[in-house]
């Protein structure tokens, strides 16, 4: 609605700003350009001769785009918002022209440059504010299972014995539940379940979507996908409310990866408010991916690593414009904010003034091991179990897990206390602080108490890991594995510095000084989490990153680098990278066949009807004819029945209508009498002439990277001009699912024939032995399994 001009700075800028919006129109080709001539050099259609042309699309396309795109759980055609955005730009620039000399044509342009930079800042400061909101619940809610303020209930531990502990640790203002031991443990499980319950049943029935670490999805809607809800303001209120419950219950999840779900869900809410983004989705994936660079940065304090991480595992597609709002966004979020409180920006911070040696590389490749292809494999098969059995049991689920981790967690010091604060003791290269007395002398009974419960929390934190990864609260992963990853490198460490005590004189030792500690097990402890968590995320530079940030211990980049390149080759052997496939068939192998077509006449209206009742495909390929195939376009469902919505409406069509699908045809105008018009449809309008057409004998892996690359939402195949099927990565997907079927079936039947012809060599005599092994059998036994594999093919 227009604003009346009454001179005010406001009323004009509101005028301007609705004519832009009222003359929107994206590029579409006039009907009368035919396919031939589109195969050669196209001319780019100006707005202005959109608008000059015999038939203006103008009502058209204002209406479609307010009526909703893009429904749940389909994919984003990137194409085709690409063309909608530069169409848009292209009339702003057209009217900007137009009215050069008005100073609110060059203020709205200015607006139109600097909204992402506006939007971007936004969502950092709420990111940051959140994020310091989380972690002062966080600490406060964990804090509450041993104790609570004498003077201030609502402050945690921390800021209640601010300054005021005693050099044994003990705080007078800090009071314990009970000064008995098992009273103590029966309130620690009381309230770590009670957290667990609480927060699962919330999850349960308000928000299922908070559930989880949310990487994966939001990877997917980064890809183009649409969940709708994953990413709302209930999803965003309920995940930051459970979250610390989650923490505070002493499950093994960490708060990273939901803390990077938190920030896209800011970063939707906030782009919402902004046409341009709720306009065009492939826009609003820029503002997400900024989102999650932030959402890395405030839970690590590393900007810099939170670009890399959103860069190597969240976005398809970064551009140059997008990793510098994403580093902008990143760093309003965790310098604007300081959601550690510490006036520092880092997260734990060490100080390693002591030189590594060279012998301890072979320590360091230990470090490397396999601890993420473990937790992968073994989460995956709890994962299956959990959908099979526990699917209807969530609640039920995360208060057993909560119950036996604080049972059994209590009694070890690296199990009891928040993740974080271990992480922060374990780092240390200082040994001797509080109650965590590492600096004992080897062999006495201090010293092999830790090193046992040091090997102990490695064993149980990466079991609970496994069955605690997936469950129905708020989990993240990073954190963890971290933690798994610290407490195994300081037992290593620990290992390493009373074997030197041991053997001083070892000429492996050689290069130790004589009144230095060669050994610094908190460094151990500083590579195993680095090793963990790229094991887990299988990066590399952006763990490089994060830890470096996290720490602030520049000196054993060498090192770090070391283990990390060892932990990536050991992922590399013994896991199996999804993202990378060598398919070695062509497209036809994999493309449906079986389609469902538009003629460009010939059908009626209760026809479309009712093919759009008994099917879900997102869109339709357009032929002259079933007979000749001859492609003429693709037409998307949401334009089909909105068109057919829009007849009925205004011309009261009926359902004997025709219904013509040709743009070569210039029969129909829009000057036709209201008699005649009501007998027949005329789709061309809405028809895409150009969609992404390959020739059938082309590899499959070139048209993944297609699908990777520009985004399309359906491939069409054409030979010769003739329709011969349709690709979506969706059929792909279930190609790849089919071939692992398959593969594991042979070797599940592989692995049984030997198993049985092994019985029965021990089973038969020696003469039927030989028989068995005779040039007959060989050759009957090796047709068969060569028949197995044909039949498997001709499967394919």
Do not use: H
């Given at each position: 609605?227009?604003?009346?001009?009454?001179?005010?700075?406001?009323?004009?800028?509101?005028?301007?700003?609705?004519?832009?919006?009222?003359?929107?129109?994206?590029?579409?080709?006039?009907?009368?350009?035919s396919r031939q001539n589109r195969t050669g050099s196209r001319v780019p259609i100006t707005p202005r001769n959109a608008l000059n042309s015999k038939n203006n699309f103008k009502p058209y396309d204002k209406a479609l785009e307010e009526i909703k795109r893009y429904e749940d759980f389909t994919t984003i055609d990137w194409v085709q918002d690409a063309i909608h955005e530069r169409s848009r730009m292209n009339a702003l620039r057209s009217a900007a022209i137009e009215n050069r000399s008005s100073w609110s044509t060059w203020l709205l342009l200015s607006y139109e440059a600097g909204q992402a930079w506006i939007v971007v800042s936004i969502?950092?400061?709420?990111?940051?504010?959140?994020?310091?909101?989380?972690?002062?619940?966080?600490?406060?809610?964990?804090?509450?299972?041993?104790?609570?303020?004498?003077?201030?209930?609502?402050?945690?531990?921390?800021?209640?014995?601010?300054?005021?502990?005693?050099?044994?640790?003990?705080?007078?203002?800090?009071?314990?539940?009970?000064s008995h031991y098992v009273i103590r443990w029966f309130c620690y499980v009381v309230f770590s379940t009670l957290f667990a319950t609480i927060c699962a049943y919330m999850i349960r029935s308000y928000a299922p979507y908070a559930a989880g670490s949310g990487i994966s999805e939001i990877k997917c809607i980064l890809a183009g996908f649409v969940m709708k809800g994953f990413l709302g303001g209930r999803t965003l209120l309920f995940k930051s409310v459970c979250l610390p419950l989650a923490i505070a219950s002493g499950l093994s999840v960490g708060k990273e990866g939901p803390s990077v779900h938190t920030a896209a869900c800011v970063g939707n809410v906030v782009s919402r408010l902004f046409g341009k983004y709720t306009r065009n989705k492939a826009k609003m994936r820029e503002i997400l991916s900024?989102?999650?660079?932030?959402?890395?940065?405030?839970?690590?304090?590393?900007?810099?690593?939170?670009?890399?991480?959103?860069?190597?595992?969240?976005?398809?597609?970064?551009?140059?414009?997008?990793?510098?709002?994403?580093?902008?966004?990143?760093?309003?979020?965790?310098?604007?904010?300081?959601?550690?409180r510490t006036g520092k920006l880092v997260m734990f911070q060490v100080t390693y003034d002591r030189e590594w040696h060279f012998f301890e590389i072979i320590f360091f490749c230990i470090l490397g091991g396999l601890y993420g292809a473990l937790v992968i494999k073994y989460n995956l098969k709890v994962q299956s179990y959990r959908k099979k059995y526990l699917k209807d049991y969530g609640v039920h689920e995360a208060i057993a897990l909560a119950f036996f981790t604080a049972l059994i967690g209590y009694f070890n010091i690296f199990?009891?206390?928040?993740?974080?604060?271990?992480l922060g003791v374990l780092f240390e290269e200082c040994e001797g602080k509080k109650t965590y007395d590492y600096e004992k002398n080897p062999g006495s009974s201090q010293y092999v108490r830790m090193v046992f419960l040091l090997l102990a929390a490695t064993i149980l934190r990466t079991g609970f890991v496994i069955i605690s990864y997936g469950a129905k609260v708020p989990a993240g992963i990073f954190i963890p594995s971290m933690v798994v990853g610290a407490t195994f490198g300081r037992f290593l460490g620990l290992c390493a510095k009373s074997l030197h005590d041991a053997y001083p004189d070892f000429p492996m030792f050689s290069s130790c000084k004589p009144d230095v500690s060669c050994v610094t097990p908190g460094m151990y402890a500083f590579l195993g989490a680095a090793a963990a968590l790229s094991g887990i995320m299988h990066l590399t530079v952006c763990v490089v990153v994060i830890m470096f940030e996290l720490t602030g211990a520049l000196t054993y980049i060498l090192p770090t680098m070391i283990t990390l390149m060892v932990t990536k080759t050991v992922g590399d052997l013994f896991g199996k990278d999804k993202e990378e496939y060598t398919f070695g068939v062509p497209v036809a192998t994999v493309m449906r066949k079986d389609l469902t077509v538009m003629t460009a006449s010939g059908l009626r209206l209760d026809e479309i009807d009712q093919v759009l009742l008994e099917s879900n495909f997102q869109g339709f390929p357009v032929v002259t004819d079933k007979k000749s195939m001859t492609l003429l376009g693709y037409i998307g469902r949401t334009e089909l029945k909105f068109a057919i919505d829009k007849a009925k409406r205004v011309r009261g069509v009926s359902s004997a209508a025709h219904c013509f699908f040709n743009p070569d045809d210039n029969s129909f105008s829009d000057d036709s009498n209201e008699e005649s018009s009501s007998s027949f449809i005329d789709f061309a309008p809405f028809i895409d002439q150009t969609p992404i057409t390959v020739n059938p004998r082309l590899p499959l892996e070139t048209v993944m990277d297609l699908f990777k690359k520009m985004g399309p939402r359906v491939i069409l195949i054409e030979h010769t001009?003739?329709?011969v099927g349709l690709i979506t990565v969706k059929d792909v997907l279930k190609y790849i699912a089919r071939r692992e079927a398959e593969e594991e079936s042979i070797r599940i039947y592989n692995a049984s024939s030997l198993i049985e012809l092994t019985n029965n060599n021990n089973n038969d005599s020696p003469e039927e032995n030989r028989n068995l092994r005779s040039p007959m059998n060989k050759k009957r036994g090796s047709v068969s399994f060569l028949e197995l594999g044909k039949s498997r093919d001709s499967d394919l």
């Open positions: 609605m227009a604003v009346r001009d009454n001179g005010s700075l406001y009323s004009r800028v509101i005028n301007y700003l609705n004519s832009f919006q009222n003359s929107y129109m994206p590029i579409r080709q006039p009907r009368n350009v969502v950092g400061a709420i990111i940051g504010l959140s994020a310091a909101l989380i972690d002062i619940t966080t600490e406060w809610v964990s804090d509450i299972k041993f104790g609570y303020c004498k003077n201030s209930w609502w402050l945690n531990q921390k800021f209640c014995c601010w300054e005021i502990e005693e050099q044994d640790g003990s705080c007078e203002e800090w009071i314990d539940w009970s900024a989102s999650c660079a932030a959402g890395v940065a405030v839970a690590f304090g590393s900007p810099i690593g939170g670009v890399l991480f959103s860069f190597e595992e969240m976005s398809y597609n970064f551009p140059m414009k997008t990793m510098w709002r994403s580093f902008f966004c990143a760093l309003v979020a965790t310098v604007g904010m300081n959601p550690f199990m009891k206390l928040d993740m974080t604060e271990i001009g003739k329709l």
